[in-house]
């Protein structure tokens, strides 16, 4: 409550001060200038994401079909990303990278073509598990291994692995497990890649590829047409959810994935963001939000923002709503609802 008190007079001192000056330089340019009243981090207006891209080198590698296409994804992604300056991190999964196989040479290389680029990678683990299904000894060589395989990639173009992302945003089923890899996490350097902004667009994905291997140009359309609503649809709910949870404007992390549908529609995505005057920033900017170091007590079967598991854990939390006066009532008169 005193923070939405101190928002709404920080805000109107704000507008006073807009006021004042344009009175000021209007009527009397010889007059003091006005106290300037600096908006605080917690009255800032601007809205902020930080893009992340999943499933690096690209996902459903294998449905591309020529190395010219694989490019194709990379190349559309970073000059959306390059066209609004939008810094991105690529979570690369291990195990598509490391091997001799002429898939894994290959998607050795699509990865240096990112690092190339400039963009930066970070830790999905080796396989893509989902850690709901693991035990804690297979989580931890997920992590792990993932980080052995892409610590070289990143020594070669003078990086520093800083992040792990767990696959479908699961982090198990008990306490037990998730602080287990929450520790292996940091001691390895690490910080846990929370989304704030998440979304289906791998649903999409499927069905575009479906649409796009069978040739049916209306449908693959369509299909992005229904992408790009649920797109807007989910970043506005989101960014709604962060204002009710802050009372401010957070420092959001939106979650991608490398795929065939943003291949086509990422420049679209950061367009409309940037009209609704979002700034692209750094994921490692967006992590100074302290939004992200709330307690999080809450799993989910199917992961979902970060945002949920704070709403979640803090109504777990909150103290039950004092007792209504109960000693003239007779609680069997009433009905449930
Ligand atoms: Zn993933």
Known sequence: MHQMVALVISRLLVGLWVVMSWGCQSSDSASPA????????????????????????????????TQWHRTLVIDSLTNALARYQAPTTLFAIGGLVQGEEPAAQEGAALLRYWM???????NHTMSHTNFNELSLGQGIDEITEANEVLKPFAQEYNQTLKYFRFPFLAEGQTFEKKDAWNKMIVSLGLTNARVTMSNRDWDFDKRYMDAELAEEWELRYE???EYMAHMRETMAFWDSLAVDLTGRNIKHVLLLHANRINRDYLGQILFELSGQGYEFISLEEAYTDPIYSEPDEWFSENGTSFLEHIKQTRLKNAPPPAEADSSGGDDSQGEEP
């Open 223 to 225: 299909i992005g047409q």
């Open 116 to 122: 190339e680029k400039g963009i930066p990678i970070a």
């Open 34 to 65: 006005p106290v300037q009243i600096e908006a605080t981090d917690n009255t800032r207006q601007v809205k902020q994401v930080a893009i992340t891209l999943d499933d690096g080198p690209i996902m459903r590698f294998f449905s591309h079909p």
